[in-house]
């Protein structure tokens, strides 16, 4: 097992959501970097089926036993008894190493996985963790986190062609909704030509963004279900893009929804950086989903 000696700014276990049990009002949840996560599952020959969520630095664990690990996500310094290691790969644990993520270099979210997985407790069929719903607890300082003992001599790396750079502006390609005829051509264009900020409003459930206010033709709509990536127009027109622990329904206009995989980019992005909208079709968004699942599958 792991001893954790500090838990960092906050450490979850998550793993690829809690899905078909949002009618119940039961958010998915989920890794929020889910590239970086099915890295550090497929270095791992998938034998992991979760992995620690680590928000930015912190984190401290001592391992009681030989095991194997892969690191994958945003650069933390990793560190081994005190020597930085490469991310993106999987490294052997011996017993009483102490493993250390103690800078943030890039990105925000760092994912440590076993091999055989961490012993945790399932919730509606999923190892993640929701605290607004009491579904697991992050991880705090004296806990163990225990694993299955197994070692692979073998060291596996991501190719170099497949490791992401997280650079401080993106481009957010995003479907227009069926709602977006509630926003004129105008306020269409300057949500598209406007470079927004995050802010300190950030978290597992979506993002706040600051610039140009986007205004409605409509005041309000019936609630409904909301899909990963929508994009929310509350009141003041400040967009809100939601993520993985969303709300399951909102009565907000909503004028279109980041495509999924830009999402995992964005969970990486810190407070001020920008991000910029583009629209992309149907189709584009149906081939670049195919090609991201067929992949890892």
Partial sequence: MFKVLSPGIFTTVQDLGRQGYTHLGITPSGAMDEYAYRWSQKLLGDDAGNALEILLH???????????????????????NGISHPIWQTHQI??????SFDQRKSGMRAYLA??????????????????????????????????????SRQIIRVPQKYIPTYPTHITLRTLLSYQHSYFSKAQKEKFFSTDYILTLQMSRMGYKLEGEPIIPTKEGIISEGITYGAIQIPPDGKPIILLKERQ???????????????????????????VKFEPISLEDVQEEMKGFYGFFD
């Fill in 94 to 99: 011996r017993q009483n190493d102490i493993l």
């Fill in 248 to 274: 399951t329904i909102g009565g907000y206009q909503k004028i279109g929804s980041v495509l999924p995989i830009d999402c995992f980019m964005l969970s990486q992005l810190p407070i001020g950086a920008t």
């Fill in 58 to 80: 912190g984190l401290t664990l001592q391992s009681t036993a030989p095991t194997t690990i892969a690191i994958c996500g945003a650069d933390l310094n990793f560190r081994i």
């Fill in 114 to 151: 076993v091999k055989g997985g961490f012993h945790a407790k399932r919730y509606e069929n999923s190892f993640s963790t929701t605290l607004k719903e009491e579904k697991g607890k992050k991880v705090e300082k004296g806990d163990t986190l225990a694993f299955t003992p197994k070692q």
